[in-house]
């Protein structure tokens, strides 16, 4: 049996070493995934979101186990395990075991014409879902997709990132104690050979969170089957700062929404446009800010930045950097790793040309902000949207009508006005991107209805409205005529003005049909 080993990204110290995930087995763990998912599926959604409010207890009996595990495996401060991590799961616990019972009832479709008749939306599980997460939030994100995959009625087989198994077989046990039945969720440990194999088990849906260029190749693979993919992917996201904002406020924001995680989100700020009337300011309280910022082991609680999680990362940032000093780019800060690479100094690049620059373009998923400039509202708009992402964009301004006129011009699943990042966390909101940030929701009603087919039903308002529709065969002269007359009023605008019951003339059609004998 394969293994695998578990380091500390800070320390290099070995946690653990775990056992791979077979690919031989994966066919007897989806036959087990769909077995239970049948009786997981029988329960009312009323009993399967009780079993969420006991992994909530659960949860907050292991408040600083888990926070432990989380500072250990990805190297984020203490104080980001609480609140960027643990605390949005609890949120999102609370928040879909109390209104999925509501969301997931029949929901009736109000009929313009056929008022005789009534439709309903009902909604059933998908099946067996798969989750396949990344490192950078190994507890939040997979933990909000997996209670809405449940509490929705579907099996889970779910695989954490590589980087970061520990806290993938934590969540797997969090379930288990939460008295969830076996094999409801199942963990897959193991790199993108397993994540390929699960793909050909045929799983009913795939949910993704990670890299374009992995996003792609998953939407490719799934096609074969016809499998429908939901994809959170990447983002090369903008701050927009309006001339009227207070520095101090959106160097703030900056310094938060670019460098928390170390810049390891894919919702963070990463290009920072800034008007030109106030950009020498910004960059100096900019700089002066991160000069405050505190590197360390997170076991410390003493830092303020993530060291990098993933060595493959670091690569990325090397090659950007690289690039941008040998064309030319000006670096205010920043641009070089610690002695022992373990964490990239905070950055910010600027200058002529920049925008030219992988680093502007491409998404770096690191502690770099890329400054620019504009002159006017409609410049910053167009160069936000000349990207090919579009997940997140921020606008900081005092002016909080310009800044929605400016938030729904902008091509992004979501924008902040005077704030960052942290909406990715919320329940009640939907999150996800455009372009190639992705496809599809999570959280809020209409990321839990990404979890559910939607089946409509049509029937009669009663037994007393059970008749042949005028509109079956045979077809005659007199029946065209009677439908023909249906153009008549909607051309004179009756049916728009006086709300007359077309159901009354079909009854008519079919008493003309009937005395006819047509």
């Not at 933990?143 to 797997?172: C, D, H, R, Y």
Request: net charge positive.
């Amino acid at each position: 049996m394969a293994s695998m080993i578990c380091r500390n990204p800070a320390t290099g110290e070995v946690l653990e070493e775990i056992e791979t995930t077979s690919i031989s087995a994966l066919p007897n763990i989806f036959n087990q995934a769909r077995v239970a998912q049948i009786k997981w599926a029988a329960l009312s959604v009323a009993a399967r979101s009780s079993r969420l409010i006991q992994l909530r207890e659960t949860l907050l009996n292991r408040t600083d186990e888990l926070i432990d595990l989380i500072v250990r495996e990805n190297g984020k401060p203490r104080h980001e395990a609480l609140t960027s991590e643990l605390i949005p799961v609890v949120d999102m616990l609370t928040y879909f075991a109390k209104r999925a019972p509501a969301l997931l009832k029949d929901k009736p479709i109000p009929l313009t014409v056929m008022k005789h008749r009534k439709s309903y939306l009902n909604y059933w599980p998908i099946g067996v879902v798969a989750i396949i997460s990344p490192w950078n939030y190994p507890f939040m994100l997979p933990m909000g997709q997996i209670l809405m995959a449940l509490i929705t009625g579907n099996a889970v087989i779910f695989k954490p990132s590589e980087e970061t198994p520990l806290v993938g077989l934590k969540i797997q046990t969090l379930y288990e104690e939460a008295g969830l039945p076996s094999n409801t969720i199942q963990t897959l440990i193991g790199d993108g050979a397993v994540g390929a194999a699960i793909i050909e088990q045929k799983p009913d849906k795939i949910f993704f969170t990670g890299s374009a260029m992995t996003g792609k190749k998953i939407l490719s693979s799934a096609a074969q089957h016809l499998i429908p993919v939901n994809l959170e992917l990447g983002g090369k996201n903008a701050a927009i700062i309006l001339p009227d904002a207070n520095i101090d406020f959106a160097s703030s924001a900056v310094l938060w929404g670019g460098f928390s995680n170390s810049g390891q989100i894919c919702a963070a700020a990463s290009r920072i446009l800034v008007h030109e009337s106030i950009v020498d300011n910004f960059i100096s309280l900019l700089t002066k800010k991160i000069g405050s910022l505190r590197h360390g082991v997170s076991d410390s609680s003493q830092n303020d930045l993530a060291v990098i999680t993933s060595g493959k990362q670091k690569a990325v940032y090397e090659n950007q950097i690289n690039e941008a000093k040998a064309l030319g780019a000006r670096f205010i800060c920043g641009g070089a790793f610690s002695p022992d690479k373990t964490w990239l100094e905070p950055t910010i690049v600027t200058g002529p040309g920049v925008e030219n620059l992988s680093i502007y373009n491409e998404e770096s998923f690191g502690p770099i902000l890329v400054v620019t400039t504009f002159k006017s509202p409609a410049e910053a708009i167009e160069k936000v949207n000349n990207s090919r992402y579009g997940l997140v964009a921020s606008v900081i301004t005092q002016n909080i009508a310009l800044g929605e006129d400016i938030a729904k011009q902008l091509q992004v699943g979501t924008v902040m006005i005077n704030e960052v990042v942290y909406t990715a966390g919320l329940a009640e909101t939907p999150w996800g991107g455009v372009k190639e940030s992705g496809m599809g929701r999570t959280h809020a009603d209409i990321g839990l209805y990404e979890f559910v087919n939607i089946r409509h039903i049509h029937k009669p308002r009663s037994r007393l409205f059970t008749f042949k529709s005028p509109w079956w065969f045979p077809y005659t002269p007199y029946q065209y005529l009677a439908f023909r007359s249906f153009i008549e009023l909607y051309k004179r605008h009756w049916l728009d003005k006086l709300r007359i019951f077309p159901h009354f003339l079909m009854n008519l059609i079919q008493f003309i049909k009937k005395e006819k004998r047509l």
